[in-house]
C-alpha cells in the first residue's frame, strides 16, 4: 500500500526521528515507512531485541558510527559535540553523498543521531522535520537493562539511566535551538487504540501524506502490538 504525499515537486522532505535507544523509535520509523516515507532500502534485521524490525537505515547507522567513533564516544558513552563536529568534516563527502541520493518524502531513523544532528543539519535539505520520540525513563532503563543482560553487558542501572539523561537533555537542547518543525510522540500513547490512531493521524498530516480514502492508517496500525489487544 502506497501513500500519496503532498510533497512540493522540486525539493525533497527529510523526516528525522530522534529518540533514545529503546525508546520506540523503531515503531515510529515504521509507521513512517507504512505511511510512505522512504525510510531507506536496507534496513538493520529485526533479531531477539526487536522482533518487528528497526527499520533502521544502515548507510546512516554506519555514518553516525563512524562519526561518533572518531570523535572518541560510543552509543553508551556519547562525545563532546566539540569533537563531533570536527569529526564531521572528515566524513563530509560521504555525508553529502549520502543525502544527496535521497529525493521525495524520505527519512531515517538512528539514536546515535541525537549526538550527530547538530553536525549534520546544515547537510540535510531546506525543508528537514523533526519526529521526537520519548518514553518513560525507568521503562527505558528497564528495557536498556534487559538488553544488556542477554547481550552480557556489565553496566549498571544507575549507569544507564545517566546514558538515557544524557540522550534526553542532547535532545532537548538541540530542538530549542532549532526552527525547524517538531512532532512529538510519547511512546506509551502509541499502545492503546483510542490514542494511537489520533497520533498516527497527525504524523501523516506532519508529513503532508494525504491518508483519508485507502485505509493508510489501520495499514500503519497494524505494526502496533496494542497493550489492549483483547478490546
Not at 45 to 72: Q, V
Not at 166 to 185: C, E, H, K, M, W
Request: glycine share 6%; proline share 3%; net charge positive.
Amino acid at each position: 500500500m502506497s501513500a500519496v504525499g503532498s510533497v512540493p515537486v522540486s525539493k525533497s522532505t527529510c523526516i528525522v526521528v530522534l529518540g533514545m535507544h529503546r525508546s520506540g523509535t523503531s515503531l515510529v520509523s515504521g509507521l513512517l515507512y507504512r505511511l510512505g516515507v522512504n525510510m531507506g532500502t536496507a534496513f538493520r534485521k529485526p533479531d531477539r531485541h526487536n522482533a518487528t524490525g528497526y527499520y533502521e537505515d544502515i548507510d546512516f547507522r554506519d555514518l553516525n558510527k563512524m562519526i561518533i567513533n572518531r570523535a572518541g564516544g560510543r552509543w553508551f558513552n556519547p562525545p563532546n559535540p566539540e569533537d563531533v563536529s570536527a569529526a564531521v568534516k572528515h566524513y563530509s563527502d560521504k555525508v553529502d553523498a549520502l543525502i544527496g541520493s535521497k529525493d521525495g518524502l524520505w527519512g531515517f531513523k538512528d539514536p546515535r543521531t541525537v549526538f550527530t544532528i547538530h553536525a549534520l543539519e546544515h547537510h540535510l535539505p531546506e525543508d528537514t522535520r523533526f519526529v521526537r520520540v520519548s518514553r518513560n525513563t525507568l521503562e527505558t532503563v528497564a528495557s536498556l537493562s534487559r538488553r544488556a543482560s542477554l547481550k552480557e553487558y556489565k553496566r549498571t542501572d544507575a549507569h544507564w539511566y545517566l546514558i538515557v539523561r544524557r540522550y534526553s537533555d542532547a535532545i532537548q537542547g538541540y530542538l530549542q535551538r532549532t526552527s525547524r518543525p517538531v512532532f512529538s510522540i510519547e511512546y506509551e500513547r502509541l499502545l492503546y487504540r483510542d490514542t494511537a490512531r489520533e497520533i498516527v493521524q497527525r504524523l501523516a498530516h506532519f508529513c503532508d501524506i494525504d491518508w483519508r480514502d485507502d485505509g493508510l492508517i489501520d495499514h500503519a496500525m497494524g505494526l502496533i502490538a496494542f497493550r489492549d489487544n483483547d478490546v
